[in-house]
């Protein structure tokens, strides 16, 4: 198989990357043997003044290293020899005596932009196909091809962290701002431009400026004290972004630290020795697992059918709560058309506020500008009638949790809508199927539960009753993927998937602090699991009235074994529901948050004895337990399905790989004895282990294949 392709015109030459039968190009082991012997050659040519590197793929230049050669990776020292024939070749790249330009016409991420930074320049388009940077730590790895070395010297020690630690992948016209690109050109003569800036080059008609250096970085970078603050400025953001759970940002750190002044060969070879601590451990597999899963569902397709419209204009929203405006922010932000439906003015100003307030965080940050925000903020018109919903293509309702307010909802909206229309629920843990038998479109008619706070939780889940159609189920996925979101479908059962695993567990820390664990004990030890948030601070955030009407239905539909904690029932009753009332297990004032000392008084002086780690098991084994039935009941087609709901819906940590693939970690049969304990110890029902369980422990089965 041939990777690159070679031609020539007048002195600039051009090495086209197409890597064979495949719709990316990927720095494999062959694609790297056949790049150096293209290199070997070309070194030796006279007639060759400036080389260009491209690609034939459309939208996108090179994603990277192969992934699949770095999961494979068991031994440190093997990871550090994968590095050293990476640098190997680049370095080969570096020294040509050529003018090389990296011609970016799409993705340039990881391994790719590394090549592209030992070419002696960078160009790029400005389509927003084009994604520019190194994003290997979210892999649980370093940039191992030079990147930790080359890119402090391109744009400086400060402003590669930013890029590095991170794993941020920039537009090309922040790339071009940052240094990170020398030139934009204009997409459909990328090419042609490309040569046209390498002869002025060589003519010295142009000059590439770098970016220079302002007093305070100089300050910074520019002798030890500085760069002491500079590196432990940016160890305090690693820390306080990733609780010190994700040790790749700050292996790189150090790496890179430990580059000032040393030659280049000691630096890369210090870069392959961070790589080395990494590319074998056991959190790099999990995260790369958890990437294969991220690729699997963005594309997934759920049936075999075609959605009924491929590309929503225009959507109704009934409910104008907080939910309701974030929707409509939602749909407007991609060029919806919205019209958002309440019975009062009152809660259609909150929506708009809703919206308004979410766009005001963007125009803060300088994503938008202010223009696009009143363009976009045009697009929600608001109503106390039906008025404008006849020609919506799909309609969302949500209403208040209320079964016999929705089903009237949806009475009306089947007299109004157009036949062919959707209807939608953003219902949390209510039934489908009830709803729909209030419309003459029951193959039209499926959940659509968006996560709070719409705008930054990713996950989307479709809830698909008995009577929806395979049609509308694409489109309700087509949709979900206009607006952004990671899709996955699951079957109407009360609670669904991600509310049905999460409330026990909720549920489950309420027990623990009856039995005396203290609030801010019990959140920390989660916290040092990797939760982004412990369940009495969820509990607070969500709504105690939230948390505790959910849980109700969940008592209802499955009995005993989600019996509701009685300290849930005494905090609602007292009206205590969290922040939204300023007073929970907490007390919240603005940012600041304590802990209740009325709750705690609530349950009584009772002392807790348990350790952590019965704690953590109690917590986490409840949701591996009703997991394990949601798959055994059919409720999902796969525990992978299950991962991605709890990683998107719930911030379930990422480096453990998913829930159930770390229950495949700790091992089905320890699962089990350990849920048997607990059922002697503190309840017969709650801790019962599910038949799929049982029969998994007994022939030590695993969730994933091994």
Sequence with gaps: MSYFKQTIDGDIGTLEFDTPDSSVNILSSAALTELEQQLDEIAGRSDIKVLLITSAKKSIFIAGADIKEIESITDPQEASEKCNRGK?????????????????????????????????????????????????????????????????????IGNALSVILPGKVLDANRALTLGMVDRLFYDPILVEQAKTFGRAVLSKKEKVHRRRKTLITKLLEGNPVGRSILFSQARKSVMKSTAGHYPAPLVALDTIKSLVGKSQAEALRLESEGFGKLGASEISKNLIHVFYLDEQYKKKKWNDAEPTLTHVKKAGVVGAGVMGGGIAQLLAKNNVICRIKDLNNQALALALKTARDVYKYLLKTRRMKKGQVEAQMSLISPTTTYDGFKNADVVIEAVVERMDIKKQVFKELDEVVQPSACLFTNTSSLSVTEMAQCT??????????????????????????????????????????????????????????????????????????????DTKHLDDIVKRFGMPMGPMELADEVGIDVGYHVAHILEGAYGNRMRIAEILKTVYEAGMLGKKSGEGFYIHAGKHKTVSSNVQNMRGNTVFTLDDDVTLKRLVYIMINEASRCLEEGVVESASTIDVGMIYGTGFPPFRGGLLRYADSVGVKHIVSDLKNFQDRFDQHRFEPSQLLLSMAETNDTFYPS
């Design 88 to 156: 190997q070749v680049f370095d080969k790249l570096e020294k040509l005596p050529q003018i090389t330009v990296a011609v970016i016409n799409g993705a340039c991420l990881g391994g790719g932009y590394e090549l592209s930074l030992a070419c002696t320049y960078r160009v790029a388009g400005f389509a927003g196909c084009v994604k520019i940077g190194l994003p290997e730590v979210r892999l649980g790895i370093l940039p191992g091809f030079g990147g930790c070395v080359r890119l402090p010297k391109l744009i400086g």
């Design 440 to 517: 003459s479109r029951q193959d039209r008619v499926c959940g659509f539960h968006f996560f709070n706070p719409v705008h930054r939780m990713p996950l989307l889940e479709i809830i698909a009753t008995e009577k929806t159609s395979e049609q509308t189920i694409a489109t309700a996925v087509a949709f979900a993927r206009q607006l952004g979101k990671m899709v996955i479908v699951v079957k109407d059962k009360e609670g669904f998937i991600v509310n049905r695993i999460l409330l026990p567990y909720m549920n489950e820390a309420a027990y623990l602090f009856q039995e005396g664990v």
